[in-house]
């Protein structure tokens, strides 16, 4: 035993020299980058300007409480807030801008949330080109820079970035969830192609600023929860109105949605995370309106999403994209929140705020590096034409588990990404790091 307890114990000691030779005499073959981020997770070129600007929805039908009952409606002008994220020049010395937002839990103390963001006030837009819109629309009772690094994200590859703040009503009990849930039903689809349609005619009208910078031929939508919802619908999903989750809506409210919701809103690609609204208790797509959608999709999900349920809903939303190619990137384990900041939660706050925001599996950071590589590979190929990010997307293995990549022994790669000679591994992924995702893919007709 105790011989060969000794050869053991030389042999690891060979190994760990051998390993360490190697390491002298082939050293790192890559510079290496701060961070675990994947390529296309990492920082664009652009510096990146925020403002925030109102936007009046004329002709819209609204209700009170009482009209959720007696199905009375009335017009009135919307009024929303849009965070605008775009491609700048920032003055010399300026400070990056914290985003603050406070949270009102039901029955609850507020809680006040600040992120520190990369964007600059009200930095100067770059005039002199213009580049592809993305419209961006948070869940139920989220807000406009709820997600603010991956629009920065997006606007730090030259992209304009128009993030609605869909105003939801704060819940104090049942009664109010119910009320607010419902305008949500109607309301999410029609804000998305109103400040659309605002944002192309501001563009083609001339005005100066940020509008001057929108491409308004290359347009995207990314929706989280009820964004996708919404999303799904901007982009020519049209709902299935018998379904009993509509049947609280009142009949001239369904009717606007209806009529306006017929169409896509001339929308080039889509983006849902965690999308509601394909789970059989409260679908309100059909097999044939979802394939009326021929844009490019991007399905992003947590294999335990109980919320928009990953199995039934997200799924099947997935399964009946047949009009159009579709990619779904999946989380395995995680559950609904898959998108968003990597909030600085109060230690005092009560455990719904972080119930509301974090992931509880997956380090949220982790989660952002991620979408921000995929999100910016779908939309540079479907909205700038670059036919190379769909190698980024299209991975030789379905599980992340099983890329593939040859080394020698010893061989430190310090971050080096996967690219075209990688052909067995998730591209611009670093080796080993590529781990605990699924990204499925379907053609059209599919």
């Known amino acids: 035993m105790k011989k060969r307890y000794v050869a053991l114990s030389a042999l690891a000691l060979l190994g760990i020299g051998a390993g360490t030779a190697a390491y002298v005499a082939s050293p790192t073959v890559h510079e290496g980058m701060d961070g675990e981020t994947p390529e296309l997770g990492r920082y664009g070129e652009y510096q990146v300007g925020t403002e925030e600007a109102v936007f009046s929805l004329p002709g819209r039908l609204t209700f ?119 305008k949500v039903l109607v309301d999410r689809s029609l804000d998305q192609r109103q400040v659309l349609g605002e944002l192309v005619s501001r563009s083609a009208s001339g005005q100066t600023g940020v509008y001057s910078a929108i491409d308004p031929e290359h347009i995207a939508v990314i929706g989280y929860s009820m964004g996708g919802y919404g999303a799904l619908a901007t982009a020519g999903g049209d709902y299935d109105y018998d379904s009993e989750t509509f049947g609280q809506v009142p009949e001239a409210a369904m009717a606007q949605l209806r009529e306006t919701v017929s169409d896509d809103a ?140 040859e080394t020698s022994f010893g061989e430190q790669l310090n971050g080096k990404f996967a690219g075209p000679d990688e052909a067995e591994h998730w591209r611009g992924f670093q080796n080993r790091w590529a781990v605990g995702l699924d990204l499925l893919r379907k053609p059209a007709g599919e």
Not at 308 to 329: C, K, P, V
Request: net charge negative.
């Open 266 to 405: 001339g929308v080039d690609a889509v983006v849902a995370f965690a999308p509601w609204g394909g789970q059989p208790d409260n679908r309100v797509w059909s097999a044939e309106t979802l394939g009326q959608i021929t844009a490019p999709v991007l399905l992003v999900a947590g294999s335990e999403d109980d919320v928009s349920n990953y199995e039934d809903g997200i799924s099947w939303i997935f399964d009946q994209l047949t009009g159009t190619a579709r990619h779904m990137l999946v989380y395995r384990e995680a559950r609904h929140n898959t998108v968003g900041n990597d909030f600085a939660v109060p230690d005092d706050a009560p455990f719904r705020v972080a119930e509301f925001l974090a992931e509880p599996v997956w380090r949220q950071d982790r989660i952002n590096g991620i979408n921000q590589h995929f999100v910016a590979a779908f939309l540079d190929l479907h909205l700038k034409g670059d036919a190379d990010k769909a190698s980024y997307l299209d991975v030789p293995a379905p599980n992340s588990n099983d890329s593939a990549w």
């Open 64 to 182: 009170t409480k009482l009209g959720l009952a007696s199905g009375q409606v009335e017009e009135h002008v919307r009024e929303l807030k849009v965070r605008m994220f775009y491609p700048a020049s920032a003055a010399s010395g300026a400070e990056p801008i914290t985003y603050e937002h406070t949270m009102m839990p039901p029955a609850m103390e507020p809680v006040s949330l600040e992120y520190t963001g990369r964007a600059f006030a009200g930095a100067e837009p770059l005039s002199d080109q213009q580049f592809p819109l993305v419209v961006m629309s948070h869940g139920f009772n989220g807000w406009s820079t709820q997600f603010s690094n991956l629009a920065e994200h997006i606007a730090s590859r030259g992209y304009v970035v128009a993030s609605i703040d869909h105003g939801d009503m704060r819940i104090e009990g049942v009664t109010d969830f119910l009320y607010s849930f419902t």
